[in-house]
């Protein structure tokens, strides 16, 4: 699916040309946990008592530090494009954040971010605000600042060849068409291996040109089916992170979730 140009080429409720550059420190996560995102070195706020020898060979090991998740939702900014197709992305996103109490609300790398822990896993969020086909642009800079590995790099999106309200896990790919993909491909220097949560949009009904179907809401109807859609990517996106790829696939795509769906 493409789209012919960016409905906007700037935001104007942003300057991007000078962007606000916040340092790892800056993210502040819990200090009995976190001290920066890159890392995520692990520190108490207050010392230990020694440990004797005897009591170090009988503690358990310390399991290491949970490596951090960037989960991207794909979307076009501004309230023209709320809640339309193309924007199903920045919903899964807002939903995840809500449910596990994240605020989406730091401006950089010209996106909107948000940053937290599911479970005990570190994570951030990101909703670019460059426009859909240059979503490449926020999305390279952030991975390539916080020097996040690309198997831990989320990104969820709409897909007009999965039908509608369907959710498909996959490890890596291609764009498929999508533009957003494109730009997000062509900036981490042409990788594909990352893996990717599609949401089913449906195809356009009739002759219907396919940009003017993306840009267009949902109806009630579909809003409903959207709603059980997002509890589900919720669930998958827990499973992902904190039991690993293959598990939350198999809870994804399995006959019985498609079915449910269905």
């Not at 999106?157 to 533009?179: E, I, M, Q, S, V």
């Not at 109806?219 to 690993?244: C, D, H, M, N």
């Amino acid at each position: 699916m493409k789209l012919s140009s960016s409905p906007l080429s700037t935001i104007r409720f942003l300057n991007f040309n000078s962007p606000l550059i916040i340092s790892p420190l800056a993210f502040n996560f819990p200090k009995t946990t976190f001290t920066h995102f890159p890392n995520f070195s692990i520190h108490t706020t207050t010392s230990s008592p020694a440990i004797t020898a005897e009591e170090s060979q009988l503690a358990p090991p310390k399991p290491p530090p949970h490596l951090p998740w960037l989960i991207v939702g794909l979307g076009n900014p501004g309230k023209k494009y709320n809640a339309t197709r193309h924007n199903v992305g920045f919903e899964m996103v807002d939903a995840i954040a809500e449910s596990e109490g994240i605020s989406i609300n730091n401006v950089n790398f010209k996106a909107l971010l948000g940053r937290g822990i599911i479970g005990n896993v570190p994570v951030m969020l990101a909703k670019p605000q460059t426009f859909m086909n240059s979503s490449g642009e926020s999305v390279g800079s952030i991975v390539s600042y916080y020097k996040i590995p690309l198997k831990q790099v989320l990104v969820v999106y709409d897909d007009l060849d999965l039908p509608f309200a369907k959710l498909r896990l996959l490890p890596k790919g291609g764009h498929g068409g999508h533009n957003g993909m494109r730009s997000i491909i062509d900036r981490l220097k042409g990788s594909r291996d990352f893996p990717r949560l599609r949401i089913g949009i449906g195809r356009p009904p009739g002759k219907m040109d396919a940009v003017n179907f993306v840009l267009r809401p949902f109806s009630k109807q579909e809003r409903e089916e959207l709603e059980f859609t997002f509890e589900r990517g919720i669930e998958a996106v827990q499973i992902l992170l904190l039991e690993g790829f293959d598990k939350s696939a198999t809870f994804v795509n399995s006959t019985k979730a498609m079915e449910q769906l269905g």
